[in-house]
């Protein structure tokens, strides 16, 4: 019988296809009505007579029923793969029953197509490898942490039906599932050193999580921020934590999604985000940065006030460019945490002028 450990899921896998790209969900129904069939009448039949099952067979198929419940257990599956923040189940242990369930129902695919001819089994193989892709990415970050709310996301709990083998490392093939590129790229990236090894040439996890985490195919990002504010930050991960956490108010978004500017409640304060922004964050401000606010961890602050600069400085704040524009990079969450408190706390200070008319900051 298959042992379909982590290794086994990977046989034919799309490799350098993003998540949602590499899920075909058609496949997926398909695939778990013909398993269904096989284990619910096939296999049954097999075992009871040693032949194929025949239209008098007084073998009972109970197919639908095991249809509907495998069904459901893989839009679960396939949403923590392809989504980012997912809702836990109220009773977390059920999930493990069906993790294991499903593992023994893929198996039972494996069985179906290599010994007997029948089904398919490959697409449930990639659905489960994403889903465990997830769960060890999420649980690694979740292990010697204590945030208070890690109970609410998958990596906090201990599903050991997942089967996590060593979780320090990570291999090429669980970077290269979490961020849909291809083999080769990941290994190139090992060799210019962006994801670093040990003697024994595995990759180090946190690092490689990191690096991960600032792909465009990487779907998991902001669950990763919840779970370790410390993670290098990009301007497209601020905006969405701003987005989803915060009451700041988005005011302004270029048409190809390269900046935003929000408004903070109950002021006239306004930030701008570098929101396409992959490598890091960087705010533009209408004002000079305190030593307050660059105490949070905030870098490379520079004044761009006499500077010509682009067309959404004119358009992306009230009453059009500021009098003075200042730009600091903000390194993770953490720090953009900080000058969200900072910044949400303050008082209306009047400190810029716009050509025609005042503003605030």
Known sequence: ????????????????????????????????????????STLPTLLYTGE?????????????????????????????????????PEKVGALEDDVLDFRVFVGLGAIATEYYGEASYQSLCHLLAAF?????????????????YEDAFLGGHDLSPAGLEDERFITV?????????KLETIKNAVSRGELPRDRQKRIAAWPAIA????????????????LDPHL???????????????????????????????????????????????????????????NE??????????DRSKESTSHFHDRGFPGGRPAQLWQVTVPSLEALKGVIEILSRASLNPVTHTNNEKSYS
């Open 1 to 40: 019988m298959p042992t379909l450990n982590f290794q086994d899921l990977l046989t034919y896998y799309p490799f350098g296809l993003s998540i949602p790209e590499a899920l075909d969900r058609e496949q997926i129904c398909e695939a778990i009505k013909d398993i269904a069939a096989f284990s619910t």
């Open 173 to 181: 093939e669980e970077i290269s599932i979490a961020t849909g590129l």
């Open 293 to 302: 606010l660059m105490a949070v961890g905030l870098t490379n602050k520079t």
């Open 211 to 226: 690096w991960m985490s600032r792909k465009d195919g990487f779907p998991w990002g902001v669950t990763c921020y919840f």
């Open 132 to 148: 465990l892709v997830r769960y060890k990415v999420e649980r690694i970050l979740s292990l010697d942490r204590a945030f208070g």
């Open 52 to 88: 194929y099952p025949r239209g008098d067979s007084n073998v009972r198929a109970n197919s639908d029923i095991v249809t509907k419940r495998f069904t459901a257990i893989a839009e679960v599956l396939y949403r923590f793969a392809v989504l980012d923040h997912v809702k836990l």
């Open 232 to 290: 290098p930050l990009n301007g497209q991960y601020a905006d969405a934590w701003l987005n989803t956490t915060t009451d700041w108010e988005r005011i302004y978004s270029e048409p190809q999604e390269t900046v935003s500017t929000w408004r903070i409640p109950r002021s006239h304060r306004y930030v701008m985000v570098n929101s396409g922004g992959r490598r890091q964050c960087v705010l533009t401000l209408p004002f000079e940065p305190s």
